[in-house]
């Protein structure tokens, strides 16, 4: 039975974000107008952000012809100056899902670029001590980690069995302008029933500053799924 795929196999690297993670993010963040989805896929992000009456611009290496995204062919981590929406307004925050084996330069790069960052990542991804300069900088304004665990993200053109989703994820966000310690919230989603993509609502519980050390093991605890 195949429940899993190396990264060898992944080609490029294609999970659709859920619905939910989005909505969810709306839910948790005030996010500016004018935004850019840089690695979009077929623009699942795209799609709700659009929907929730935001300006997206979505790019990804691949052409997807689909609607939802705008350039194929971008390699985002050579940009070297941000894009402009196709009415010529600035690009004011990068949101996305970035590719797994590449999060750790997909952040870097886009700090280098963005003043506000907002990225949904593994949970686990805080406990590197390779990102200490993304992690420890400053700039780490939130993280929303997810109560309940996101729906499960296949690959695309998985024919596997369809299991549930044993990772834990939250949507992380860098502000230039920040400084100090991260808060830290705790979101969860709840698909309703409609005849659309699944929209979900997000529940919070106060947010916190922790020192580093300390939500270290809150990272751990969250991970070993304690309530």
Not at 24 to 35: H, R
Not at 150 to 160: F, I, K, S, V
Request: glycine letters at 8%.
């Amino acid at each position: 039975m195949k429940i899993a795929h190396p990264v060898s196999k992944r080609g490029h690297d294609l999970y659709e974000t859920p619905a939910e993670a989005t909505y969810a993010l709306l839910k948790a963040e005030k996010l500016p107008q004018n935004l850019w989805e840089c690695a979009c896929g077929p623009g699942a992000i795209v799609r709700v952000l659009r929907g929730a009456g935001h300006k997206v611009l979505g790019t990804d290496l691949v052409d997807y012809g689909s609607p939802d995204q705008d350039h194929g062919g971008w390699d985002f981590l050579l940009e070297r100056k941000l894009p402009k929406l196709a009415n010529g307004d600035p690009v004011e925050a990068i949101v996305t899902n970035p590719p797994f084996k590449l999060a750790g330069e997909f952040v870097e790069h886009a700090l280098k670029l963005c003043p506000r960052v907002i990225m949904l990542l593994r949970l686990t991804f805080y406990e590197s001590k390779r990102r200490n300069s993304i992690l420890d900088g400053g700039q780490l304004a939130r993280v929303h980690v997810f109560r309940n665990r996101l729906p499960m993200m296949h690959r695309a053109n998985w024919d596997g069995p369809k299991v549930s989703n044993p990772t834990a994820f939250a949507w992380f966000v860098w502000h230039r302008d920040h400084r100090g310690p991260s808060a830290w919230d705790r979101v969860s989603w709840t698909p309703t029933a409609v005849a659309r993509p699944a929209r979900a609502t997000a529940q919070f519980e106060a947010s916190v500053e922790l020192p580093r050390q300390e939500m270290r093991a809150e990272v751990k605890r969250l991970l070993r799924g304690a309530k």
